[in-house]
């Protein structure tokens, strides 16, 4: 297996807008509590619940009145959806018009009810849909050189992402989790080119408000997580980026 490795000859650091490593971004957290009535199952909720709270603390002219804000905004998601995988895009889609497709992106297992239909909709007479905010990537066009131009483009705009990650288990399933992406380091390769090194990352399964800093190579074709030391990460063997939706720090003209 061939790396692509990038030379430390200039470093840059770029964030989402309002975002510092101590500041702006947010992490919301599962219990872990298992069964109908838990959350273990929602990484994708609190993608979602993530990048919504900090788009609308971006951009507070464009909030309804009563529509729930910060923390509030991972509490209705518990409500509103039951304990199953879905897609963060969904997600998003339904905080702003109401509409839910029961869309899981892998697993095997059922996707993610709605629950209650008296929530979410949120943005229904605003004209904001989704699609005039988010840029995405899937599969197989989501590669090295792809996802790192749109990681670059959308950072240097102040634009924030969900990333979809996954690894090969032994029993030959795939663990896919959904993270969210605040930051991202660069370094120039001997030849110009800009590279990823690390992303700063929020997880949902590490129960602790934390941004993480983790180390990023090319294997495979794929940008994939380089943190053999990390206690939770390092253990999982070779974890791929292989998902990935931006959302635009304004809303689109």
């Known amino acids: 297996m061939l790396l692509s490795v990038c030379l430390p000859l200039q470093a840059a650091t770029y964030w989402s807008a309002g975002v510092s490593d101590e500041t702006g971004w947010f992490d919301f957290n599962k219990t872990h509590k298992k069964g109908a009535e838990g959350d273990d199952l929602l990484c994708w909720a609190v993608a979602a619940s993530n990048l919504l709270a900090w788009w609308q603390q971006q951009n507070p002219q464009q909030v309804p009145m009563g529509t729930p804000q910060g923390v509030a905004v991972w509490e209705t998601f518990q409500l509103a959806f039951d304990n199953e995988g879905s897609d963060p895009d969904q997600g998003i889609r339904w ?71 996954s690894c090969r288990k032994p029993d030959g399933s795939r663990f896919m989790h959904s993270i969210t ?9 001997p030849e110009g080119k800009e590279c990823i090194t690390a992303i700063y ?41 292989d998902t990935y939706t931006g959302l635009r720090v304004r809303v689109a003209e």
């Open 95 to 165: 905080w702003f018009s109401g509409e839910y497709v029961q869309q899981n992106p892998g697993g095997g297992r059922r996707c993610a009810a709605l629950l209650s239909s008296s929530l979410g909709g949120f943005y229904r007479h605003c004209a904001i849909p989704f699609e005039q905010i988010a840029y995405r990537g899937r599969g197989t066009e989501v590669t090295a050189q792809s996802l790192t131009e749109a990681l670059l483009g959308g950072f240097r705009r102040g634009d924030a992402f969900w990333l979809g990650a």
């Open 201 to 241: 990352m929020c997880d949902s399964d590490d129960q602790a408000r934390l941004l993480h800093r983790i180390p990023i190579r090319q294997a495979e074709g794929m940008l994939a997580f380089d943190c053999a030391e990390h206690p939770v990460y390092g253990r999982l063997g070779l974890v791929t980026l």
């Open 181 to 189: 992406v605040w930051g991202i380091d660069t370094e120039l390769s």
